[in-house]
């Protein structure tokens, strides 16, 4: 929901927080008119046995599920040959493989193994899964563009990679503090007033 204005402020629409602050009221009430209803994805009323079932465990997803979506007809081989970029330090295991810039230009490499990964793919092998290993990078031919393009490639898309890994992030900090919120919501120690100014929720935001 909402639109992101700039690097680290997203902005509801009035739709959008009339939504949201009607739900809730509704959820809070009996006699509410439209009556309250669960939507994947969006809201879902728990009973506190359910919650005890799943250890006291108040993350919203575990609830509330996804939304129903359309199935794209993609097959299972081709979603698992995704090729994702970390912005961290992550662990790795016999199932994922990662590659570091050794010349200081991770975005252009991130982007040109993306024509290539279709081929290492290919050539994978293994008795009971496929497995790429350093011997198949080694026999892949890659093309390289000359030092100097790569690096001018590199300082051209660095700004837009960047933008994606902090949009990563405040999704991340976002999902925290909704975390940290939703059991005080519960619990009555927080409460949301029955009448929300939405122009003052899009400044506070």
């Not at 949009?167 to 909704?178: F, G, K, P, Q």
């Not at 940290?180 to 009555?188: E, Q």
Request: aromatic share 8%; hydrophobic share 40%.
């Amino acid at each position: 929901m909402g639109v992101l204005v700039d690097r680290i402020h997203r902005e509801l629409t009035d739709d959008e927080i009339e939504k949201i602050s009607g739900c809730y009221h509704a959820w809070k009430s009996i006699a509410a008119e439209p009556a309250y209803v669960d939507e994947p994805g969006f809201c879902k009323s728990v009973k506190l046995d359910e919650i005890t079932i799943n250890g006291y465990v108040l993350t919203p997803g575990r609830y509330v599920g996804a939304a129903d979506v359309e199935d794209d007809d993609e097959p299972f081989e081709e979603k698992m040959k995704r090729l994702a970029m970390f912005g961290r330090e992550i662990a790795m295991n016999q199932t994922c493989y990662a590659l570091a810039s050794t010349t200081g230009t991770p975005f252009a490499l991130y982007c040109l193994f993306r024509h290539a990964i279709d081929a290492l793919v290919q050539t994978a092998h293994g008795s009971v899964f496929d497995t790429i290993t350093t011997s198949t990078f080694a026999a892949s031919k890659v093309v390289l563009p000359p030092k100097q393009t790569f690096e001018a490639f590199e300082k051209t898309v660095s700004p837009f990679f960047g933008l994606i890994l902090s949009n990563i992030e405040e999704s991340r900090t976002l999902a925290a503090l909704r975390d940290a919120l939703l059991p005080k919501l519960l619990s009555g120690e927080l409460r949301v007033p029955a009448a929300v100014d939405s122009k003052a929720i899009r400044k506070a935001s």
